[in-house]
């Protein structure tokens, strides 16, 4: 069964700084390319950052030069480090393993301005 679980969200000021960890289970984690993806109030889910089962980046526009998404497959964990925080990144952050449809619950992050 594949379960996917995210952590790492919370209320943060504007300018500050979180880290997102996704743990994966139940999937040969280190040959499937993972992904973070965002979904404010109102607006449609969209891409954050994603990256292949080598290790190449992908970011959106709006994360690029403030996150970076990284990957340990030894633990079978995703990760976000997001920094210079906006009230406009405010939204439940989910990860997904490309390909296999699978996501998880999300995990909220609030930014105050």
């Known amino acids: 069964q594949v379960q996917l679980v995210e952590s790492g969200g919370g209320l943060v000021q504007a300018g500050g700084s979180l880290r997102l960890s996704c743990a994966a289970s139940?999937?040969?984690?280190?040959?499937?390319?993972m992904g973070w993806y965002r979904q404010a109030p109102g607006k449609q889910r969209e891409l954050v950052a994603s990256?292949?089962?080598?290790?190449?980046?992908n970011y959106a526009d709006s994360a690029k030069g403030r996150f970076a998404i990284s990957r340990d497959n030894a633990k079978k964990m995703l990760y976000l480090q997001m920094n210079s925080l906006k009230p406009e990144d405010t939204a439940v952050y989910y990860c997904t393993v490309y390909g296999m449809g699978y996501w998880g619950k999300g995990t909220l992050v609030n930014v105050s301005s």
């Open positions: 990256i292949t089962s080598g290790g190449t980046t």
């Open positions: 139940g999937i040969i984690f280190r040959i499937n390319a």
